[in-house]
């Protein structure tokens, strides 16, 4: 899992943020091997597909933001509940729709042409497919927790006192 930190100051992160980074981190699994004959294009390639995977995860950010702001108004105890990731979003259809974006990706790249490392140790266990859509559901998972996660620590900043009440 490809992890990175994502600084706003004065407030939560926007959902266009959220959207580039988590996009641009499940586009740096595809790590071409230096020398790759076709490394230029297989970079084109992220680089278009980043776009639109970009805008999947914009669509998923804005609702998973809006319900979590909009619930945690109503409820202050929320902000110490757990973070369930498929709360806000159908993690099975966002996984469909970032996989279907990526399609251009992999029509381009071969197994071979990937570095080894870029997908994790355990690639080997699975199919290529198989572990591509694990990529993509630990990678939305994540974020969604994570986006949860600040909301509800930035509600915590805003209103201390009612949240200490529950």
Do not use: Y
Request: glycine share 4%; hydrophobic share 45%; net charge negative.
């Amino acid at each position: 899992m490809i992890t990175g930190i994502l600084v706003t100051d004065g407030g939560p992160h926007s959902s266009e943020d959220w959207a580039l980074a988590s996009a641009a981190m499940l586009v740096q699994a595809f790590e071409v091997k230096q020398g790759a004959p076709r490394r230029a294009q297989i970079e084109i390639a992220k680089d278009r597909v980043r776009a639109k995977i970009t805008e999947v995860f914009l669509a998923l950010h804005n609702q998973t933001q809006g319900k979590e702001r909009s619930l945690l108004v109503k409820d202050n105890s929320r902000a110490s509940a757990d973070l369930i990731a498929d709360e806000h979003i159908d993690i099975d259809l966002a996984v469909k729709d970032i996989r279907a974006a990526l399609q251009p990706l992999l029509d381009v790249v071969s197994t071979k042409e990937v570095a080894p490392g870029a997908f994790g140790s355990s690639i080997e266990q699975l199919t290529f497919e198989d572990h591509l859509m694990r990529i993509i559901r630990e990678r939305v998972e994540m974020d969604v927790r994570s986006v949860m996660d600040i909301e509800r620590s930035w509600h915590k900043d805003r209103n201390p006192e009612a949240v200490a009440a529950n």
